[in-house]
């Protein structure tokens, strides 16, 4: 088995929505998606993410394998993008705020019927508040989703998704944040990887969602070498 390490093209975006559907299997992610059938989930996603490499600020790496042409694992990054000359203005915080109600409207509108919308729109509402309380206005590397497929785990290829980021943020002198629930078992690999928490946030009552107790996620965050 041959495994190498390359960014991700439009015609791999199936394949990753499949893994992220197929990796998608935490109570609470069951709470967000309850019963919907995984290949449904993942044709939701793959425009999505047909759309996302199109920006430069977008990145999907993936191990892929040589011999079958399987994508093994993948991590999704948004990745800083340097700034030029001819670009328009920054927009302004209420332009901003403005464009960002409308992406989340569409956002919703495109999830599966039978997904716990509320739940899933409170949960993003807050982990982007998260990430925006903890970074500021920091240019960073930031890991937006990570999945392996069952067949290859247990052989180092989401440490190897995750140090990808570290050569560029170290030659930046910037960091890289990434945010998991408190009771993730990889906790304690990004731990081991040099990331320190900076942060949480908690959905205190899930019965209001149709669930029981409560989410904790919390912020990591990995400062240059």
Not at 36 to 47: F, G, I, K, N, Q
Not at 90 to 104: G, Y
Not at 166 to 171: H, K, L, M, R
């Amino acid at each position: 088995m041959s495994l190498e390490l390359l960014e991700a093209v439009p015609a791999d975006s199936e394949a990753i929505a499949c893994l992220f559907a197929l990796s998608w299997t935490s109570p609470f992610t069951r709470l967000q998606f309850g019963n919907v059938d995984t290949d449904e989930l993942a044709r939701s996603m793959a425009p999505r993410i047909a759309d996302h490499m199109k920006k430069s600020a977008m990145k999907f790496i993936v191990m892929k394998d040589q011999e079958s042409g399987e994508i093994a694992s993948v991590a999704q990054w948004s990745v800083p993008v340097d700034d030029h000359p001819n670009e328009p203005e920054k927009e302004t915080p209420e332009d901003e705020a403005e464009r960002q109600e409308l992406e989340d409207e569409a956002y919703r509108k495109k999830l599966p019927e039978n997904s716990n919308k509320d739940l899933i729109m409170r949960f993003t509402l807050g982990t982007r508040k998260l990430r925006e309380d903890a970074l500021g206005e920091r240019k960073r590397y930031l890991l937006e989703n990570l999945a392996t497929h069952p067949s290859y785990r247990g052989q180092g290829l989401a440490s190897k998704l995750i140090e990808w980021s570290f050569i560029g943020a170290d030659e930046k002198g910037i960091v890289v944040y990434l945010d998991t629930a408190l009771d993730n078992k990889a906790l304690q690999l990004y731990k081991k990887l040099g990331f320190k928490e900076v942060g949480s946030t908690t959905i205190e009552d899930l019965s209001i969602y149709g669930g029981e107790g409560s989410e904790t996620h919390v912020a990591l965050i990995r400062y240059p070498k």
